[in-house]
């Protein structure tokens, strides 16, 4: 080790130097502060102190719609151009074939919108109402991206679940935004959700209801729950896109999902089914949730972080812009959609 005195003498060398050098970088930085101020709309007070700036493009204006006035806007826009590809699903997912190809699900902006309407009208007559929480625990798939547009049209607000939650995690994250919906799947890899409802809900295990109704849940443990809505991912897959969860390796169908849990969950597709159209459509502002998604919980439980039609609309479409895409690109999604 060099003796103190070399290393003394060597800070005092390289003292002065470490000075000018930081003294030019604050130069350049009042520099180009100076410059970006000027480029920038500013705020000043009456003794000329600086109060606030806008940073970033200013010729470009922000989207002010809301997300159902957007969607609604590319749906008629671009009503015969591709919406959606959904590999894993069959083209008779959801009861119809609503796309040229039979192979899986490959949807119009327009075969989309029609898809999304039922949603609505379903919605609707199942009670859910502007404000109301809909939860979702299930994997990437079409339902999941029409329901984020429908809901965002009634004024619901969509809760992404991670399909990872143990039943006591799902049991806190329902509680915790106080779900009235959950729509979901019977199971996914190597978790069989059937029996996480049937621990949570003692209720499934009776047919009967004390509402008259074996859909309308009331159980203690979750008391702002009142229905769930199950998708089947079990049957008639693709080929090449069997389903690889517990209870498809174990033979069981989306019939004995229903079974399990006594017919009191609402199969997804009956919702599509609905004839009527929701007669008040109530007013979503930009600025209204319409989206919560709840934290890893790495530094603590997890939190719901609520999120508007602004925060998404105007996130995505500054994505798109950096990204470059035009409406004759293709995005492949890979990330999971609970983390929008």
């Not at 806008?54 to 590319?74: N, R, T, Y």
């Not at 295990?205 to 089947?232: C, F, N, Y």
Request: aromatic share 6%.
């Amino acid at each position: 080790m060099p003796p103190r005195s070399f290393i003394q003498a060597r800070a005092l060398s390289v003292g002065p130097f470490t000075f000018q050098n930081s003294a030019r970088r604050q130069v350049r930085l009042a520099s180009s502060l100076t410059s970006a101020y000027q480029l920038h709309p500013t705020k000043k007070d009456e003794s000329g102190t600086l109060l606030s700036r806008v940073s970033g493009p200013i010729d470009k204006p922000l989207c002010e719609l809301s997300l159902g006035e957007f969607w609604e806007k590319a749906a008629t826009n671009y009503a015969d151009r591709p919406a959606l590809i959904s590999k894993h699903e069959p083209a008779t997912q959801h009861a119809k074939s609503s796309s040229e190809s039979s192979d899986c699900i490959r949807w119009s902006y327009g075969a989309m919108n029609e898809h999304v309407q039922s949603l609505v009208a379903g919605l609707h007559e199942l009670g859910v109402r502007k404000g109301d929480r809909v939860a979702v625990l299930m994997m990437n798939c079409s339902a999941y991206g029409a329901l984020q547009w429908a809901c965002a049209q009634i004024g619901a607000v969509l809760v992404t679940l991670n399909p990872a939650y143990s039943t006591s995690e799902l049991r806190r994250a329902i509680n915790l935004v106080e779900a009235t919906s959950l729509f979901m799947v019977p199971s996914l890899r190597g978790t069989n959700y059937l029996d996480s409802l049937l621990e949570l809900l003692p209720s499934l295990s009776s047919k009967a209801s004390t509402s008259g109704d074996p859909t309308i849940l009331q159980d203690e443990s979750l008391p702002s729950l009142k229905r769930i809505v199950m998708l089947d991912n079990l049957d008639n897959r693709p080929r090449h896109w069997e389903s690889n969860s517990v209870l498809a390796q174990q033979g069981k169908d989306f019939g004995h999902a229903m079974s399990a849990l006594n017919h009191r969950a609402i199969d997804y597709r009956e919702l599509l089914l609905s004839s009527s159209k929701a007669n008040v459509t109530p007013e979503v502002l930009n600025t209204d949730v319409i989206n919560l998604q709840l934290t890893s919980g790495t530094t603590g439980k997890p939190k719901a972080v609520a999120l508007t039609s602004r925060n998404l609309l105007n996130n995505g479409i500054a994505i798109g812009d950096n990204l470059r895409f035009t409406e004759i690109d293709k995005l492949c999604n890979i990330p999971p959609l609970f983390r929008e």
